[in-house]
């Protein structure tokens, strides 16, 4: 029988954080992107209790950067990646320690780096752990869980023609139950506006307790609030306790096109919850509610607009091993 994986806000032993690598990537926002990675980084290993930091760089250049950008906060390896999110191609860890690591396509094709197919494995291999190879594609940013056995995702991901094209809902759900123990699916539609992930829902919907499910509000110049609306529809008809959160509503890149965007994106760490903010008006709110949520860890709430840049935010760019 395969334990279904803990809880993100179960004890960790470490995390690892993706560290950008690749100026030909990155352009003008290789430094800032660093910078704020690092800062992520810092606040994780602040907050304590035995979390373990560890940096994941690419080449010796990037581990150069990243040992200077970390000030001793934090372990930096290299391991070859064509880019940092490490939620979508690092190792998916059970309820008994061992490691999932499941086909990557570059989610659907559009983003075919060297290094990213097998860095998830590699990644568990050098923690000594046991590495089950699955022939079916997962991104971990595609799925959250409760450690109960339950799952939610996106129809608009898990059921896209890019990813698995020969499967079923229910083939999918068969597969999510005998990989990774989920025995109960919760199935959203769409995920956000211009996510090139194809819908993850780690931007969306966010487990924060046994079957209570985090979805935003939206606010009133929002480009997502149909999707928010159809969700919180969807996981109340489920039987899930759907909790409302802040949104941060429209925001742009310099280019005037609207980004994905989203306090979902948050990491919860054994001792600090960190939050994605973008100077918008619901910042403090976001940060606010988290505290309620989470009273016994520190929330920090910090920029990660350069990140984003690159299509994710702090969720995105980490993988924690669980306390077992």
Same mark, same amino acid.
């Given at each position: 029988?395969?334990?279904?994986?803990?809880?993100?806000?179960?004890?960790?032993?470490?995390?690892?954080i993706g560290f950008p690598s690749h100026?030909?990537?990155?352009?003008?926002?290789?430094?800032?992107?660093?910078?704020?990675?690092?800062?992520?980084?810092?606040?994780?290993?602040?907050?304590?209790?035995?979390?373990?930091?560890?940096?994941?760089?690419?080449?010796?250049?990037?581990?150069?950067?990243?040992? *200077?950008? !970390? &000030?001793?906060?934090?372990?930096?390896? #290299?391991?070859?990646? +064509? /880019?940092?999110? %490490?939620? @979508?191609?690092?190792?998916?860890?059970?309820?008994?320690?061992?490691?999932?690591?499941?086909?990557?396509?570059?989610?659907?094709?559009?983003?075919?780096?060297?290094?990213?197919?097998?860095?998830?494995?590699?990644?568990a291999r050098s923690r000594a752990l046991?590495?089950?190879?699955?022939?079916?594609?997962?991104?971990?940013?595609?799925?959250?869980?409760?450690?109960?056995?339950?799952?939610?995702?996106?129809?608009?991901?898990?059921?896209?023609?890019?990813?698995?094209?020969?499967?079923t809902k229910a083939e999918v759900e068969? *597969?999510? !139950? &005998?990989?990774?123990?989920?025995?109960? #699916?919760?199935?959203? +539609? /769409?995920?956000? %506006?211009? @996510?090139?992930?194809?819908?993850?829902?780690?931007?969306?919907?966010?487990?924060?307790?046994?079957?209570?499910?985090?979805?935003?509000?939206?606010?009133?110049?929002?480009?997502?609030?149909?999707?928010?609306?159809?969700?919180?529809?969807?996981?109340?008809?489920?039987?899930?306790?759907?909790?409302?959160?802040?949104?941060?509503?429209?925001?742009?890149?310099?280019?005037?096109?609207?980004?994905?965007?989203?306090?979902?994106?948050?990491?919860?760490?054994?001792?600090?919850?960190?939050?994605?903010?973008?100077?918008?008006?619901?910042?403090? &709110?976001?940060?606010?509610?988290?505290?309620?949520?989470?009273? +016994?860890?520190?929330?920090?709430?910090?920029?990660?607009?350069?990140?984003?840049?690159?299509?994710?935010?702090?969720?995105?760019?980490?993988?924690?091993?669980?306390?077992?």
């Open positions: 029988m395969i334990l279904p994986p803990p809880p993100e806000w179960a004890p960790h032993d470490a995390v690892w100026p030909e990537l990155w352009l003008e926002d290789l430094e800032p992107a660093r910078a704020e990675v690092a800062a992520f980084a810092r606040a994780v290993h602040a907050a304590g209790r035995g979390e373990k930091v560890i940096l994941v760089a690419a080449d010796a250049e990037a581990a150069i950067a990243a040992e *200077l950008a !970390a &000030a001793g906060t934090a372990q930096v390896v #290299v391991e070859p990646f +064509g /880019d940092i999110w %490490l939620r @979508d191609t690092g190792p998916i860890i059970d309820g008994a320690g061992r490691a999932h690591d499941f086909r990557f396509n570059g989610w659907g094709g559009k983003y075919d780096l060297e290094g990213d197919s097998d860095v998830g494995a590699r990644l046991a590495v089950e190879a699955h022939g079916w594609i997962l991104e971990g940013g595609a799925i959250d869980g409760d450690g109960t056995g339950l799952c939610v995702t996106t129809e608009q991901c898990l059921l896209n023609p890019n990813r698995n094209p020969n499967l068969a *597969l999510l !139950a &005998a990989d990774l123990g989920y025995s109960r #699916v919760l199935w959203l +539609g /769409d995920g956000l %506006l211009n @996510d090139h992930t194809d819908g993850h829902v780690d931007n969306l919907a966010r487990f924060v307790g046994e079957n209570r499910l985090l979805i935003p509000q939206a606010t009133d110049n929002d480009p997502n609030w149909r999707v928010y609306q159809d969700a919180a529809q969807r996981a109340e008809a489920f039987g899930v306790e759907v909790v409302r959160f802040p949104s941060p509503g429209r925001v742009l890149s310099p280019e005037e096109e609207i980004v994905p965007a989203s306090y979902m994106n948050f990491y919860i760490g054994n001792a600090a919850v960190v939050v994605p903010v973008y100077g918008q008006d619901n910042d403090g &709110a976001a940060i606010a509610a988290l505290e309620a949520l989470f009273p +016994g860890r520190q929330v920090v709430g910090q920029r990660a607009d350069h990140i984003l840049t690159g299509g994710g935010s702090f969720h995105c760019i980490s993988q924690q091993l669980p306390r077992l």
